[in-house]
């Protein structure tokens, strides 16, 4: 019996699984998804105050599609031998893979830096909660002001004061000057305070120390900056980008019988795009993946890699949201609407559960057009 495996449970790695099941059909393959944990973490709302009710088990999605769950971690990926080991000891021999493993968070290495709280990870995102729980008045320092560091940032700022801080000159630097206006605006309004061109270079109790000597305040520091690919890419042969991505074709095959998905895999958009690290392509990307790894045992034709067209829509806390299109980013709607679009995006991300029809049915749309807060 031919076998697909896949490594990772996020959004890429689950999606994968039911597009390859949906190919599959009633054809005689196993599909095997390999991930450490019994749910699925929905990480763009880790900023939220809950961040524990942002997963999905599973099972929910898995078992009433007809694919297999390994709880367990892979540690090694042979492609000559096609199989893959994991810390059981226990060794998957597979077909086609597909992998998925995402990214992770560049950790600071500096004096303090176990004093370092993130939301990167359910785990993480919890400890900040418990952190903070029943705190108000609290000084938070945020560090990145990116789409992460922004909406930690505007989420806290209902509860206490926050600094945030970033080595740039201005926030939101790989957003564009589009949003950025409404951006300052949402942080001016919340009171949350500005240390650009500098970053956190120590972390003591009760203080953060910027790169210019002086020390601030601070009962939490929350680090956003920097992702990189899973360190599991380092064992797979091909090109790489500079977040360790593999560089994947059309079809996101990396080579042979790999194929590779979510923010593992730098697919090029267009002839100046590649896409970002984030949902809006993890959800595409493992559509695709696992639709091509189930098409390739079965000689049908594979499809290529074609998501909607680029958005963001940032989460501004009580000042609302701002939601943009295009790679220009030009603003649609902001405040209450853009909060509006953001809500209807957040409860997209999440997959159907325990019905199997809605579920194949689901992994069939890999275009998904986000409709205008009018509209909704």
């Not at 490594?7 to 597009?19: M, Q």
């Not at 996101?252 to 790999?258: E, K, P, Y």
């Not at 680029?310 to 909060?339: N, P, Q």
Request: net charge negative; with cysteine.
């Amino acid at each position: 019996m031919n076998h697909i495996v896949i490594v990772g449970g996020g959004f890429a790695g689950v999606w994968s699984a039911a597009s390859a099941a949906r190919v599959r059909g009633d054809a005689d393959i196993r599909i095997t998804l390999v991930s450490p944990h019994a749910d699925m973490v929905l990480r763009p709302r880790m900023y939220e105050a809950e961040p524990e009710r942002a997963v999905v088990p599973l099972k929910r999605v898995l078992e009433p599609v007809g694919v297999e769950h390994v709880q367990a971690t892979v540690t090694e990926i042979d492609t000559a031998g096609r199989q893959v080991v994991t810390s059981d000891g226990d060794v998957l021999t597979y077909d086609r893979l597909v992998l998925a493993t995402g990214s992770q968070l560049i950790r600071p290495d500096m004096p303090g830096a176990d004093r370092v709280f993130d939301v990167d990870t359910l785990a993480g995102a919890v400890t900040l909660k418990e952190h903070l729980r029943g705190r108000t008045g609290f000084t938070a320092v945020v560090v990145g002001a990116g789409f992460t560091g922004l909406e930690v940032s505007t989420e806290l700022a209902a509860r206490g004061r926050v600094i945030l801080v970033d080595r740039n000159p201005v926030v939101g630097p790989e957003l564009g000057e589009g949003p950025r206006p409404a951006i300052e605006a949402a942080l001016d309004r919340l009171g949350v305070e500005r240390r650009l061109g500098t970053t956190v270079t120590a972390v003591k109790e009760g203080f953060a120390q910027l790169a210019d000597g002086t020390w601030t305040e601070a009962d939490a520091v929350i680090w956003t900056a920097g992702l990189r690919a899973s360190p599991l890419t380092a064992q797979i042969e091909g090109s790489r980008d500079r977040f360790g991505r593999l560089e994947v074709d059309a079809q996101l095959r990396v080579s042979g019988a790999v194929f590779a998905a979510g923010d593992i895999a730098a697919a090029r958009l267009d002839a100046d795009h590649v896409t970002v690290q984030s949902c809006q392509y993890a959800v595409p990307l493992g559509k695709t993946a696992g639709h091509n790894a189930a098409a390739d045992l079965l000689g049908l034709p594979l499809i290529d890699f074609a998501p909607g067209p680029y958005v963001t829509d940032i989460d501004l806390g009580r000042a609302g949201a701002v939601f943009t299109r295009g790679w220009d980013r030009e603003v649609e709607s902001t405040g209450a609407d853009g909060k509006l679009v953001k809500k209807w995006i957040m409860e997209k991300i999440e997959p159907p559960i325990d019905d199997a029809e809605e579920i194949l049915n689901a992994a069939a749309y890999v275009y998904v057009v986000i409709p205008a807060a009018h509209d909704l």
